[in-house]
């Protein structure tokens, strides 16, 4: 049963045009992260949320930039797509804290594709 | 920083055979939590194991995986491989505040009739 929901599913656009996505989770967690997979399938985190604040900022590009409203929802735009762009975008949450509760959960991501 | 190394691309095995996907780590941490994530075609990962306690083995779905930091492994392991396991495996390790998971490279599993 999905409880992260990402929107859109799949988005393509033209180099140089702003794109967001969107990221909704229903866990009642307090962290939430957007990790990149590429073409070759590696996944790696790019910014993770804590109650709204900013904890990891990995070595990403300014044109990404993380928006969070609260903690059930993280957003992430892109100025200025280049074509490297082109990947799949996964959402996820947490609980921190606490034996075990530190198991992220998934959305569904967004594929971008970058023309 | 922490890696994790997955040294199997692609790992084929028969059905009805055992499976092993290995994974070893390098870290600075003392205490973090180690993780088996699968990825169907088209899905989300979604965890398959979680273990944080040294030479406990943890099983899930048929699944098991030991904790072994003396080698810094945490391979994955079943004893008899189903068509439906066949997917992509991730190896992953959270860092001590699990604010983040560091992913290996994936192994593409595929089971044969």
């Known amino acids: 049963e999905t409880a992260v929901f990402q929107t859109p599913n799949y988005h393509v656009t033209q180099v140089g045009n702003e794109v967001s996505f969107n990221c909704k989770q229903t866990?009642?967690?307090?962290?939430m992260y957007w990790y990149k997979q590429d073409s070759k399938k590696l996944l790696k985190i790019m910014f993770s949320y804590n109650n709204k604040q900013l904890i990891v900022n990995e070595t990403v590009p300014r044109r990404f930039s993380p928006q969070s409203s609260d903690k059930a929802h993280l957003n992430l735009r892109i100025k200025s797509v280049e074509p490297e762009d082109s990947a799949v975008y996964l959402c996820a949450s947490s609980q921190t804290g606490g034996e075990g509760q530190d198991t992220q959960y998934f959305g569904p991501g967004t594929r971008l594709l970058v023309l | 920083g922490d890696s994790v190394t997955q040294t199997e691309g692609l790992v084929t095995v028969t059905e009805g055979l055992p499976v092993k996907l290995n994974c070893t780590y390098q870290t600075t941490y003392l205490t973090i939590a180690f993780f088996w994530y699968v990825q169907y075609l088209n899905e989300a990962p979604q965890v398959l194991l979680r273990s944080s306690t040294d030479n406990k083995r943890t099983e899930h779905q048929g699944f098991h995986a030991t904790l072994h930091k003396s080698s810094s492994s945490f391979h994955l392991q079943k004893s008899s491989a189903q068509l439906s396991d066949s997917a992509l495996y991730y190896c992953?390790?959270?860092?001590?505040?699990?604010?983040?998971?560091?992913f290996g490279t994936g192994t593409s599993l595929l089971v044969d009739p």
């Open positions: 992953a390790l959270s860092d001590c505040m699990g604010y983040k998971l560091t």
């Open positions: 866990l009642g967690h307090d962290t």
